[in-house]
């Protein structure tokens, strides 16, 4: 990650990321098409450092190849695109961030926490089902109260299902340390989508 951070100061960073990311492509097809032959009904795809690319860079340097990669894994099984970070940035030549990462061709768009979930609703709309967005960091404080945790995952739930195409998830990875308070959290979570994920 530092390494590919560092480029971003060198004029030939386009065609180096270019480069380091069809060395790698041929590597995740072949990963993905053994999950899929292991029996996976879908992939996901994670991107660590999408929100720090910003717009421009994304589009430049890296929409391209990811659209290949998630074409060609959905000639087999859907992809499930997780995207870390703030993605909601527009730079000033109107490049839209949400609107680049869903034009990625996933089936499914997992947006992290610090993305205002009516905002991605609205620009996105129905191109793209939308996964994702509770407070990890919430969701992983043990002093957290249990009401504030409802709230959280509550208001996800009915924000996300307007308009349909939405999927209850957290924001990034499930913080599973301390493990009592994940079971806990993950049962609160259940019971509030079942209760109120339904549309």
Known sequence: MMT?????MRKTRESQIKKNIKRILPIQLEFAKLQVEAGADIIGAGDSAVSLNGPMRYERDCLELTQ???????????????TCGDN??????????????ASSGASILD?????DLAVAKQKIGN?????????????GNSSTPINEIVANISNNIEIGKRGGRYMYAAGCEWPWMPFELALRNLSI??????????Y
């Open 4 to 8: 590919i951070m560092k480029l971003t």
């Open 68 to 82: 290949k990669l998630f074409r060609d894994i959905q000639k087999h099984v859907p992809v499930l695109y997780h």
């Open 88 to 101: 909601s940035p527009v730079d000033k030549e109107g490049r839209d961030m949400l609107k680049l990462i």
């Open 111 to 115: 947006i992290d926490y610090q993305v």
């Open 127 to 139: 191109q793209i089902c939308i996964r994702g967005n509770s407070n990890t960091s919430i969701l």
């Open 189 to 198: 979570a259940r019971t509030l989508t079942e209760k109120l994920g339904y």
